[in-house]
């Protein structure tokens, strides 16, 4: 399965973005109100500058407190991104995932942003895959 099928399995392929700058409050408000893990810290909404997880933010609370709210996403952010392509295969995108302990990947195509894909994502559409060989070879075994 390549990344570009995972995407289009999704219900909503949008991008979440927040404005370099932006506050860690701001960001954390719109991960609760989306129910999402992460937001991607983006200019234009195009290219990518960055990453702010849930998971960044507890850590940095747990060791700050409170104040840390009052500060920038570019403070916190990933700004080393790992990323994939459209025709990345799934399997490489989750090794990727796996062996740097995130779960979440820009989709970046010419340098501009296609897509995010979660761990959650790949590993759905890697069962998916399993089953569908499963119901093959249970039917060549049964002979239909």
Same mark, same amino acid.
Not at 33 to 60: F, N, P, Y
């Given at each position: ?18 404005q370099?700058g ?6 954390a408000?719109?991960?609760a109100?989306r ?7 983006s ?7 960055g ?6 933010? /507890? ?5 700050r ?6 500060e ?22 989750l090794?990727?995932m ?8 820009? /989709? ?5 942003l ?17 089953a ?13």
């Amino acid at each position: 399965m390549l990344v570009h099928q995972i995407l289009k399995s999704k219900s909503d392929d949008a991008v979440v973005t927040v404005q370099p700058g932006s506050k860690v409050s701001e960001a954390a408000k719109i991960l609760a109100e989306r129910k999402i893990g992460t937001v991607v810290v983006s200019a234009d909404g195009q290219t990518a500058a960055g990453i702010l997880s849930e998971r960044d933010i /507890v850590r940095v609370l747990a060791a700050r407190g409170g104040s840390i709210l009052n500060e920038t996403v570019d403070t916190f952010m990933t700004s080393k991104l790992v990323t994939c392509g459209r025709e990345d295969k799934a399997d490489d995108v989750l090794a990727k995932m796996t062996e740097g302990r995130f779960r979440h990947m820009p /989709v970046v195509e010419d340098g501009q942003l296609v897509g995010l894909i979660t761990l959650g994502d790949v590993v759905k559409a890697r069962l998916s895959e399993l089953a569908m060989e499963k119901d093959a070879l249970q039917g060549m075994i049964m002979g239909h």
